[in-house]
């Protein structure tokens, strides 16, 4: 049964080294920012905190990579105002200030050596060696248009804001008041049983209904067989089995074909394979000596070390892929154990399998094969150099039908209604074009998955309309038995109830069920409806031509002193925590935003974005 698995609980350490780290890939995710002259020119400023001009085109670039990431194209400027990118980065620029301003007042601020710790810890800045690389260092920050002091003063002040959103957050706490209903919704159990209550259940088969009783059946529930609306389509076609017949190939290239796939026509013997390595020749002979005693087997052994027959599957295999141990696995002359033997990969026991025997097709009996490939291909080149002329009878004013009278393309029509896959509308690229199929279009030429050509044109607008009960006779048939069996089951179901019996279907009992357990071979459903119901009480549902009955037996609280239920309401409450510790952070922002100084220069901005 599926068990809630715990979240990692938060912690300041944790949160600090997050914040801090996500800030570090802000600055320096930037590279190839171009600066804005020697003069510092802000985009605000806040407090006595300015934002410049490179911070927000490095903010801003970041953004755009993001989102060409997500979408995997290039990102506008435009297109990034449209999802409102603009915004959102002067907002996080905004208040990274007020924060920075804050801790300047409180001051708040890191150290050289804390400074020192956190660039030391940058990936981007080290070298081979894990140590720091003083020139991958200075390359990166000159990318990013900083130098090594704007950039430490940026740690610093990451630093410094961690701090202060540490000393926040940190009295954060789940209050029990809100864990324990959570906890007692989510880890609480229930017993239930449950009789599965079929056909075989029933005091007499149900039979097949005659004519009359299936016409009314059939009308009565005409709702059921209802077919989409859709179009009557007339279309041209032609396929590469349409002109074949009118095709040949020349000798010559079945021969050059026949040559070029030699490989496939002409086999070495193979062996069926699979392949266990081991870490030293001592363990590869102990292993053989416990299979030749009986005491294990290769797949026991397989088992042992973790893996699957999959794992140790080599498939069918040449003497050329078995490399070094060719000649012992080509020695066996019946499946077996070959080895060990030295491999590439270490020491390896072989076991074989079966024997492929070597096979040769000459040319005279792979002929045909190749002769029916060659005349589809051909075919599909005839038909794609075709297609001009079908288009340009087209582009003339040809109807699909003339179009079909003055070439080889066959005419038909078609009552298109979504889900109709049989004719021509078996072709996905057919089904795609009578989708999109409206009155007043002009026909066009579409290619076939098998190469072939096609056009459609708009006839009339077909209703919503129900299938002909001919045509889904035995649906209908199998409807009416499903409907019969379900009536006498209810019937059944009831005397069971108030027999306080099972009668001869037997019950399931199922104890400590949680919300998030599945019940094997019963609907999913049954669950949700055993925590719906009340000790002692019985309740019926209906899945096909089954009902199942539901006893609720107990309700149990959560028993705290479980591992798993310790695990869930560990879960619960770093869930908790996280969210009010957010939501303690974005009220202290905010309050320090509406008590702050904050002055916006739109014309930078606008000059910053005019860059992009």
């Known amino acids: 049964m599926a068990k809630n698995q715990p979240k990692k609980k938060m912690s300041a350490k944790n949160i600090a080294a997050g914040f801090l780290m996500a800030l570090l890939a802000l600055s320096l995710l930037g590279f190839g920012v171009e600066g804005f002259g020697g003069r510092v020119q802000n985009v605000?400023?806040?407090g006595d905190r300015?934002?410049?001009?490179?911070?927000?085109?490095?903010?801003?670039?970041?953004?755009?990579?993001?989102?060409?990431?997500?979408?995997?194209?290039?990102?506008?400027?435009?297109?990034?105002?449209?999802?409102?990118?603009?915004?959102?980065?002067?907002?996080q620029l905004v208040t990274s200030a007020v924060l920075d301003n804050e801790a300047a007042r409180l001051g708040v601020s890191a150290g050289d050596a804390t400074v020192q710790r956190e660039i030391l810890q940058i990936p981007a800045f080290q070298g081979l060696d894990g140590r720091i690389d003083r020139e991958a260092y200075r390359f990166a920050l000159q990318n990013a248009?900083?130098?090594?002091?704007?950039?430490?003063?940026?740690i610093r002040e990451d630093v410094a804001r961690t701090i202060?959103?540490?000393?926040?957050i940190g009295g954060a706490s789940a209050p029990a008041a809100i864990v324990a209903p959570l906890l007692e919704f989510q880890a609480q159990t229930r017993d239930i049983s449950v009789t599965t209550l079929t056909a075989a259940d029933l005091p007499q088969p149900v039979g097949r209904p005659d004519a009359a009783t299936l016409q009314a059946f059939y009308e009565t529930n005409l709702e059921s067989y209802m077919q989409p609306e859709g179009k009557r389509i007339s279309y041209a076609v032609i396929t590469p089995d349409m002109v074949v017949d009118t095709l040949d190939v020349d000798e010559d290239i079945l021969r050059a074909a026949y040559e070029a796939r030699r490989a496939q026509f002409s086999q070495p013997e193979r062996r069926l394979v699979e392949r266990l390595v081991f870490s030293d020749m001592d363990s590869a002979q102990a292993?053989?000596?416990?299979?030749t005693t009986g005491e294990a087997t290769f797949d026991a052994l397989v088992a042992e070390r973790g893996l699957d027959l999959d794992d140790a599957d080599m498939g069918d295999v040449s003497r050329a892929d078995l490399g070094m141990a060719a000649e012992a696995v080509f020695a066996l002359t019946e499946p077996g154990i070959a080895g060990p033997v030295e491999t590439s990969l270490g020491p390896a026991l072989f076991r074989m399998n079966a024997i492929l025997a070597a096979q040769e097709v000459s040319f005279e009996e792979a002929r045909e094969e190749l002769r029916a490939e060659q005349l589809a291909d051909l075919a599909r080149r005839v038909l794609s150099d075709e297609y001009d002329l079908y288009e340009d009878l087209l582009a003339g004013g040809a109807t699909v039908a003339q179009l079909a009278e003055e070439t080889e393309m066959r005419a038909g029509e078609i009552e298109w209604r979504p889900g109709k896959t049989e004719g021509i509308a078996a072709y996905e690229s057919v089904r795609a074009a009578a989708q999109a199929l409206n009155d007043g279009d002009f026909a066009e030429i579409g290619f076939l998955e098998d190469g072939g050509l096609f056009a459609l044109e708009f006839i009339e607008a077909l209703p919503a309309a129900p299938r002909p009960l001919d045509e889904i006779r035995t649906q209908v048939t199998t409807d009416w038995q499903n409907a019969q069996i379900l009536e006498g089951l209810r019937l059944v179901a009831t005397d069971l109830e108030s027999a306080e019996t099972t009668g001869s279907a037997l019950p399931i009992r199922f104890d400590g069920l949680r919300r998030t357990d599945f019940l094997p071979d019963l609907p999913r459903d049954l669950v949700a409806l055993a925590f719906e119901m009340e000790p002692g009480e019985t309740r019926s549902f209906e899945s096909g031509s089954r009902i199942h009955l539901l006893e609720l037996h107990a309700v149990a609280s959560p028993d705290l002193m479980l591992d798993d239920v310790a695990n869930v309401r560990r879960a619960l409450e770093t869930q908790i925590e996280q969210s009010i510790a957010q939501d303690l952070f974005g009220y202290f922002a905010a309050s320090l935003r509406q008590s702050t100084p904050i002055q916006i220069n739109q014309a930078m901005i606008d000059a910053v974005q005019a860059n992009f």
Not at 164 to 168: A, G, I, M, T
């Open 44 to 46: 605000g400023t806040v």
């Open 145 to 154: 248009g900083m130098n090594e002091g704007e950039f430490e003063t940026s």
């Open 164 to 168: 202060l959103q540490l000393s926040v």
């Open 50 to 91: 300015a934002i410049t001009a490179n911070q927000y085109a490095r903010a801003m670039q970041n953004e755009l990579r993001a989102l060409q990431g997500q979408f995997g194209q290039a990102i506008t400027m435009e297109q990034a105002r449209l999802f409102g990118m603009d915004q959102i980065v002067l907002e």
């Open 287 to 291: 292993a053989l000596a416990r299979i």
